[in-house]
């Protein structure tokens, strides 16, 4: 009794063991799925590249710290604080994604309005015509988009290539 009581133990080991080898081998060939929060769009990465180089990176710049994040009471950042590169680039994709979804009402056009407000802020992209144009479904905005870059009544040609960029980028016709 004993013999075949081991036999059948072995039996179901091997069985057991040749399942674990199928199951490794099936997940080894399935293609891995990056976590959600890993991995972002190429149109956000591309949203990233150029908030950064539009704004730069501010050192000793008052208020302004990073690639351009506006230090509030509470934020946990004071005025003239200097961040790493590494720190400010994470501090820009929080801010961003913060941004997108404040304009998620937007859908596919929330990116593009969360990046034209990191430059305005929120406030002024919101009593854009731009957002009031999209928000009541028209789309023929790129005239009005580009007129946004002026700074005391003056055009500034830095902000209309940015404006032009931003447009050409991450407008989704």
Same mark, same amino acid.
């Given at each position: 009794? %004993?013999?075949?009581? /081991?036999?059948?133990?072995? #039996?179901?080991?091997? =069985?057991?063991? +040749?399942?674990?080898? *199928? !199951? @490794? &081998?099936?997940? %080894?060939?399935?293609? /891995?799925?990056?976590?959600? #929060?890993?991995?972002? =769009?190429?149109? +956000?990465?591309?949203? *990233? !590249? @150029? &908030? ?10 008052? #208020? ?110």
């Amino acid at each position: 009794m %004993s013999n075949s009581s /081991s036999s059948f133990s072995l #039996s179901q080991n091997a =069985s057991c063991s +040749f399942l674990v080898l *199928i !199951a @490794l &081998l099936i997940f %080894s060939y399935l293609p /891995s799925f990056p976590k959600a #929060s890993s991995k972002s =769009s190429p149109a +956000f990465e591309k949203a *990233i !590249a @150029l &908030l950064k180089k539009y704004e730069g990176l501010h050192k000793n710049h008052g #208020s302004l710290i990073g690639y351009g994040h506006l230090v509030v009471k509470g934020d946990g950042y004071r005025p003239g604080d200097n961040l790493s590169e590494a720190q400010a680039e994470r501090l820009l994709r929080k801010d961003l994604k913060k941004l997108c979804k404040e304009f998620r009402q937007l859908g596919k056009d929330s990116l593009f309005m969360a990046v034209f407000a990191y430059n305005l802020g929120s406030g002024g992209a919101t009593r854009s015509s731009v957002y009031k144009s999209l928000m009541a479904g028209n789309r023929n905005i790129k005239a009005s988009y580009l007129s946004y870059c002026t700074s005391k009544g003056k055009v500034i040609s830095q902000l209309q290539k940015r404006r032009q960029e931003e447009y050409d980028t991450l407008f989704v016709l």
